[in-house]
């Protein structure tokens, strides 16, 4: 089962699926001049997305199971083919877990 990865209560639910929450812990990592806190920060795990609406930012991916991480996401962005609400899906390269492609937008 794919789960959209959302901004919401906490890491775990009741639907099996991660939801991240907001308090600081946003999942990708935006690297513009007006993100006040931009980069990696130690301790984390980060996974690089490539291609479609979200290309060369980074998913926060510390603390999600190998099962989890082996799924992919669905990640809510306003950037993909349905605008507001749509998610764009990425799935780890097989040779490299560290890069994770576009699968194309859902919306």
Not at 38 to 53: D, F, I, K, N, S
Request: glycine share 20%.
């Amino acid at each position: 089962m794919r789960c959209p990865v959302a901004f919401g209560e906490g890491f775990g639910s009741s639907d099996g699926c991660v939801h991240v929450g907001a308090g600081g812990r946003a999942p990708v990592l935006r690297a513009g001049p007006d993100d006040p806190r931009p980069g990696q920060r130690p301790g984390r795990t980060y996974a690089e997305l490539a291609g479609g609406p979200l290309d060369s930012l980074l998913l926060d991916v510390t603390g999600w199971t190998p099962d989890e991480l082996a799924t992919g996401a669905a990640l809510m962005t306003e950037l993909g083919q349905f605008g507001a609400g749509g998610r764009a899906l990425y799935d780890p390269r097989p040779a490299d877990a560290g890069r994770w492609d576009w699968g194309g937008d859902i919306p």
